[in-house]
Nanobody, 120 residues
């Protein structure tokens, strides 16, 4: 069984920084894409950033230049460095892993979410 465990969410002032981490555990052979989504109250879940096993990245326009996604394939861990945070970045951030290959097959997984609040 694969689990994604996120950490790093917190309350931070506007202009501040946070680093989110997500570690995938279980009998994993490989993970194609890992990423971060967020959901603010009353809004739909949206993609924040994603990274493939080869290092190709994709960012939402709203976070380009402020957030950086990175990945440690050996540890099945993905990070999201968030700088210059704005109140509109307030949301629950969810880790996502796509095309996770295990001995039982290939599927995607979600983490339980970590809360980020940007407020003075």
């Amino acid at each position: 069984q694969v689990q994604l465990v996120e950490s790093g969410g917190d309350l931070v002032q506007p202009g501040g920084s946070l680093r989110l981490s997500c570690a995938a555990s279980g009998s994993i052979f490989s993970i194609n894409t890992m990423g971060w989504y967020r959901q603010a109250p009353g809004k739909q879940r949206e993609l924040v950033a994603a990274i493939t096993s080869g290092g190709f990245t994709n960012y939402a326009d709203s976070v380009k230049g402020r957030f950086t996604i990175s990945r440690d394939n050996a540890k099945n861990t993905v990070y999201l460095q968030m700088n210059s945070l704005k109140p509109e970045d307030t949301a629950v951030y969810y880790c996502n892993a796509q095309r996770v290959v295990t001995s039982t097959g290939v599927k995607g997984y979600w983490g339980q979410g970590t809360e980020v609040t940007v407020s003075s």
